[in-house]
């Protein structure tokens, strides 16, 4: 089949081809290439959650927790510390 360019600079496919998407290669020898594709919008997609402002906030019983957890033990450069000392 052949299509001829107008002057617009359109072809027509005909009306079994409306309303699809066709993605346009220019082959190194000149050579229009059209593949029809679907496309996937942005909403569809699922986007991270930005990070809350007050994340301090937000985790405040789980920091405490932590602290209440981490104040029950000797710190890391104590222990080496000791473990030197031990020869071991």
Do not use: H
């Not at 072809?11 to 220019?26: D, H, P, R, W």
């Amino acid at each position: 089949m052949l299509k001829e360019v107008g002057a617009s600079g359109q072809i027509s496919l005909g009306k079994k081809y409306a309303g699809q998407l066709f993605e346009v290669c220019t082959e190194p020898d000149n050579t229009i290439v059209l593949r029809p594709v679907k496309v996937v919008p942005v909403s569809a997609v699922v986007q991270p959650t930005p990070p809350s402002v007050n994340w301090a906030e937000d985790n405040a019983a789980d920091i405490a927790r932590y602290n209440a957890w981490a104040e029950q033990r000797e710190p890391y450069s104590q222990r080496v510390r000791r473990w030197r000392e031990t020869g071991n």
